[in-house]
């Protein structure tokens, strides 16, 4: 055995403290390269040429690249990954409502009786208010939602 054995006693604690300071600098470094190349071409505001420029930039020169963008882009960069999350949480809210009423299935007519019907019932409804919805029902132009108003009597 002429080759020289490296065991654990012959990397200190604190090259490897060091290791792991730069192996995880390294991989923030990649986190912040693609976060700044995303926002490139999230931006609507750029222009084409602009985009091009900028993914040029931080292509031949990275680190110049990136630091120069931060600065120069970088307070909107924040603002820009909210409204993509607020427009995907939006789009998201309308495609569970859109499904929730779909399954749910068109209420008929009858159906809209019955609930104003129960309403009057209980009394929380009079009869002068029940006979408008029911004519509201009847006519097409109201379902059961147009009776809520009236089942919050003030006294309640």
């Known amino acids: ?15 490897a403290f060091w290791t792991l300071l730069v192996f995880f600098l390294w991989i923030m470094w990649f986190i912040l390269l693609f976060r700044v190349v995303m926002d490139i071409f999230r931006d609507d505001a750029l222009s084409g040429w602009g985009k091009a420029g900028w993914l040029a ?5 990275p680190f110049l690249g ?10 909107n960069m924040g603002r820009r990954e909210i409204a993509q999350a607020r427009a995907q949480q939006d789009a998201f809210d309308s495609y569970v409502r859109e499904t929730a009423k779909g399954t749910a299935g068109p209420t008929s007519s009858v159906d809209e009786l ?17 006979r408008r919805a029911k004519e509201l029902v ?7 939602e147009h009776a809520k108003p009236y ?6």
Do not use: C, N, Q
């Open 1 to 15: 055995m002429s080759g020289a054995t490296y065991l654990a006693y012959d990397y200190p604690l604190l090259s």
């Open 114 to 130: 019955a609930r104003l019907s129960e309403i009057k019932a209980r009394g929380d409804i009079s009869e002068d208010e029940f």
């Open 66 to 75: 990136v630091l120069v963008y931060v600065i120069a882009r970088g307070k």
């Open 57 to 61: 930039f931080t292509i031949v020169l």
């Open 151 to 156: 089942a919050s009597s003030p006294g309640r």
């Open 138 to 144: 009847l006519s097409g132009h109201g379902r059961a």
